[in-house]
């Protein structure tokens, strides 16, 4: 099925450093989610995004609707252990009751 | 806080079993959908129902079908269980006008 494409595929980084990592679509969306996933776990709703330009912020994560409405962006400021996991986003497709996932961003944290 | 609760978080079962996967939800939501994910194929749709009764296949239908008796819940099922089936299951819903979708916490399958 369709994907969305999101980079940086894994991400190491040392605790404290901030992250940022995007998601793009060849096709416009209405509404950009993003979520967590642990190992083991079922994904996590981190942050939901409704309108172009939106910037939206959720603790430590910030996420922005892109003005095209073809990509979003998702920063988290000063990680720490925590925030390892998987993160995806995810979109409604219009006129449909299905989602199109992202091929997701796994994070590291070194402490 | 949204609720979806799948019955099993680990299950074992034999080639040929047929098996019952459950998800409630308790926030009224009309839709609910069924994913399996594998590693390197990411989360595949395999059935979503907008209401009750009503269902429609998604991309990977083969080898399953769904029960949706009532709003709240909504039951995968392997007919005839098969190794190809191992994989993590996972249940989500969401309002009509496919809004934010809520995930439970996963089923992870293992068919010896």
């Known amino acids: 099925g369709q994907q969305l494409n999101q980079s940086p595929q894994s991400m190491f980084i040392q605790e404290g450093e901030d992250v940022s990592m995007n998601c793009t679509s060849s096709?416009?969306?209405?509404?950009w989610l993003w979520y967590k996933q642990e190992p083991g776990e079922g994904p996590v709703l981190l942050i939901a995004?409704?309108?172009?330009?939106e910037l939206t912020s959720n603790g430590r994560l910030t996420a922005q609707f892109g003005i095209t409405r073809k990509d979003s962006f998702l920063n988290i400021s000063a990680s720490i252990p925590s925030d390892v996991g998987i993160y995806f986003c995810?979109?409604?497709?219009?006129?449909?009751?299905?989602?199109?996932f992202g091929t997701g961003t796994r994070l590291k944290v070194l402490a | 806080d949204v609720k979806v609760t799948q019955s099993s978080r680990y299950l074992v079962k034999r080639t040929g079993e047929k098996v019952f996967l459950e998800c409630v939800q308790d926030m009224d939501h009309e839709n609910m959908f069924w994913y399996r994910q594998d590693p390197g194929l990411g989360l595949r749709l395999i059935y979503f129902?907008?209401?009750?009764?009503?269902?429609e296949k998604g991309d990977i239908p083969e080898g399953y079908s769904v029960s949706r008796e009532k709003k709240e819940r909504f039951s995968l099922i392997l007919e005839s269980a098969s190794t190809n089936q191992t994989s993590m299951y996972l249940c989500a819903s969401s309002w009509t006008g496919a809004t934010e979708a809520f995930f439970g916490q996963g089923t992870r399958l293992t068919v010896v």
């Open positions: 129902s907008y209401d009750v009764k009503m269902k």
């Open positions: 995810a979109g409604p497709t219009s006129g449909t009751y299905k989602y199109i």
């Open positions: 096709s416009i969306f209405n509404t």
């Open positions: 995004l409704y309108k172009a330009g």
